[in-house]
Nanobody
Framework: QVQLVESGGGLVQPGGSLRLSCAAS????????MAWYRQSPGKQRELVAT???????NYADSVKGRFTISRDNAKNTVYLQMNSLKLEDTAVYYC???????????????WGQGTQVTVSS
């Protein structure tokens, strides 16, 4: 089982920036696609951005040009740089990692516990 620990959330004013981190830990695994999701009160969890092990990225239209997802494969860590934050970006942000255990063809998924991002003046 791979554990994910997010950090970097907090309170920021509109137009500000935050950087989220998500570190994966466990025994003998290879992380494949990693992603960030978010969920606001009363809304469904939505996909924010994904990044493959090779570095290919995809973004939700609502964050394109403002958010950047990146990863450090040596550290099994994924980041989300969030710039020009808006009130509507307020949510709990979750990290998700797909991974393989060494010697196994099966892909598994783990989720982090979430980190709160609040954009408010």
């Amino acid at each position: 089982q791979v554990q994910l620990v997010e950090s970097g959330g907090g309170l920021v004013q509109p137009g500000g920036s935050l950087r989220l981190s998500c570190a994966a830990s466990g025994n003998a695994f290879i992380a494949s696609t990693m992603a960030w999701y978010r969920q606001s009160p009363g809304k469904q969890r939505e996909l924010v951005a994904t990044i493959t092990s090779g570095g290919s990225t995809n973004y939700a239209d609502s964050v394109k040009g403002r958010f950047t997802i990146s990863r450090d494969n040596a550290k099994n860590t994924v980041y989300l740089q969030m710039n020009s934050l808006k009130l509507e970006d307020t949510a709990v942000y979750y990290c998700r990692a797909n991974y393989y255990n060494f010697g196994s063809p099966y892909e598994y998924t783990s989720w982090g516990q979430g980190t709160q991002v609040t954009v408010s003046s």
